[in-house]
């Protein structure tokens, strides 16, 4: 992918889109649908996959079963990561290039596809920090977090009822909200590592649920959207 091309999109698809509980595929027709218009309109897409439920499900599982150490509830989310990057890439079909990219940013600027999909490399961190190393490897100012999360909130609007929406908040503000640490599982709009990453490396963040493709369009074409816009 060529670092001067702005029509590239980084996109952090969230597992939770892909797989909610069961595997949604109403959801995945409209994304290749979207996906594909968007290339006839000259863009081109990164796009780094989640694990989501599928990944907790066998992490959950797991600690139940034994003490599980860090790294193997982290190499079964990769596992998870890795089967939903497979699955999307497959769906986007002869568009993508026809590997997931599951070994990092290097080269990946020598692909020349209208699709790349990532998968994950290592432990301790999640997709959201794999996004901003693709989107630095490529030049990328920006990335779309696409998640089943309208925005950014003071706190868990599920357990806190004053939580509060926020629209625009620095990294550094962001990351007094979030914890300080990433654990394997953790449920947070961008990871910590990945917010750290992101701020050295000046890039945007854009949270938007992805339940509503056409938000996600006025973000590409730079209209007003409505979702959280994390900044330096």
């Not at 066998?58 to 139940?64: F, T, V």
């Not at 699955?87 to 790349?116: C, H, K, Q, T």
């Not at 000046?202 to 590409?220: C, M, Q, R, S, T």
Request: aromatic content about 8%.
């Amino acid at each position: 992918m060529d670092k001067t091309n702005s029509k590239t999109i980084v996109i952090s698809l969230g597992g939770s889109l892909v797989v909610p509980q069961e595997i949604d595929v109403s959801f995945l027709k409209s994304f290749k649908s979207f996906i594909e218009n968007e290339v006839k309109n000259g863009y081109r897409f990164l796009i780094i996959v989640g694990g989501g439920k599928t990944a907790r499900h066998y992490q959950d599982a797991l600690s139940e079963i034994v003490h599980a150490d860090s790294a193997s509830l982290d190499w079964l989310g990769i596992g998870a990561l890795r089967l939903n990057a497979m699955f999307v890439r497959s769906i986007l079909g002869d568009l993508a290039y026809n590997e997931v990219i599951n070994n990092g940013p290097d080269g990946i600027e020598n692909i020349d596809s209208s699709i790349i999909v990532c998968g994950a490399q290592k432990p301790g961190s999640s997709t959201d920090y794999g996004s901003v190393l693709f989107a630095k490897k490529i030049g990328a100012t920006s990335i779309v977090n696409l998640s089943n999360i309208d925005r950014v909130y003071t706190a868990d609007p599920r357990l806190d009822k004053d939580a509060k929406a926020i629209d625009d908040i620095s990294w550094e503000d962001f990351r007094k909200i979030i914890p300080d640490e990433w654990k394997p599982g953790l449920s947070s709009p961008f990871d910590p590592v990945a917010a750290r990453a992101a701020e050295e490396s000046n890039i945007k963040v854009a949270i938007i649920n992805g339940a509503n493709l056409e938000n996600l369009k006025k973000f590409i074409e730079g209209e007003p959207f409505d979702g959280t816009l994390i900044h330096n």
